[in-house]
């Protein structure tokens, strides 16, 4: 199932680092973003995961849930939730099988070489479950600000 703009966002139920099992259909009624990244406590993941929980207020504002999700496990989310002060939710997908729903978990080239890995990505999902907008490979640097931004031109316009 491909991931298209305004169709609906596939159903997950995943565990958070303290084993908690978060829902989509929960959030019904609510905006809902989440962003997919490789692994904890690597460069790259950590400033994003740091933005977002630097932001998370805003976002809790604008009445929107934001999660992060990666395939590591329960130990190494709490872990790296302890290290960096971590706020925002971080699921855990070991299977992969919601990433690979989300296109999150493919292939992709890194230094000339394809292999299959995490698809650093992105969705927001609008309060009737839908897929607003969707980032595919993004640049972890800044981008929770530019999918904040994103999120607030969407709910202006939303009917």
């Known amino acids: 199932m491909a991931i ?9 139920t995943l565990p958070d680092s303290s084993g908690e ?14 962003y997919f990244y490789p692994r904890d406590d690597t460069p790259a993941c950590t400033t994003e995961a740091k933005d977002f929980t ?8 604008a009445e929107t849930a934001v999660f992060g999700c990666s395939p590591d496990d329960l130990d190494s989310h709490r872990k790296f939730e302890a290290k960096h002060r971590i706020k ?17 978990w493919g292939p992709k080239t890194m230094y000339g070489k394809v292999t299959e890995g995490v698809i650093r990505s992105t969705v927001i ?6 897929i607003a907008h969707r980032w595919k490979r993004v640049q972890a640097r800044r981008h929770a600000e530019r999918v904040l931004a994103k999120l607030k031109s969407l709910q202006a316009c939303y009917d």
Do not use: C, N
Not at 54 to 61: A, G, I
Not at 125 to 130: L, Q, S, T, V
């Open 4 to 12: 298209e703009l305004g169709k609906r966002a596939p159903a997950f």
């Open 21 to 34: 099992k978060h829902r989509l259909t929960e959030h019904a009624g609510r905006w809902v973003v989440v």
């Open 54 to 61: 630097r932001l998370l207020p805003q976002f809790r504002r």
């Open 88 to 104: 925002v939710p971080l699921l855990s997908d070991p299977s992969r099988r919601v990433m690979a729903k989300y296109e999150a």
């Open 125 to 130: 999902i609008d309060p009737k479950g839908r």
